[in-house]
């Protein structure tokens, strides 16, 4: 049986917050961010800033990634 390496949320929060894990994987990532309303680039612009104007640093390089495109 193949195993599957944890996903961001499953390794932060998993243990004690399976839901939030639900909601960060499923609902997040597999519903509103593959939404066509927006580009996967266009969202992430807004994410990054958003993450600036709220001082999350530690947060902005995925989405810096995704944000400068392809």
């Known amino acids: 049986m193949p195993t599957h390496e944890p996903t961001g949320a499953q390794a932060m929060f ?3 917050a399976p839901q ?3 909601l960060t ?3 997040l990532f597999g519903q509103v ?3 066509e309303g927006l580009s996967r680039r266009d ?4 994410t990054v800033a958003a993450l ?3 001082y999350r640093g530690n947060e902005l390089p995925f989405h ?3 944000a400068m495109g392809p």
């Open 14 to 16: 998993g243990g004690f």
């Open 20 to 22: 939030l894990v639900h």
């Open 25 to 27: 994987d499923d609902v």
């Open 33 to 35: 961010w593959p939404d």
């Open 43 to 46: 969202r992430s612009l807004v």
């Open 52 to 54: 600036v104007a709220l």
């Open 64 to 66: 810096l990634k995704t």
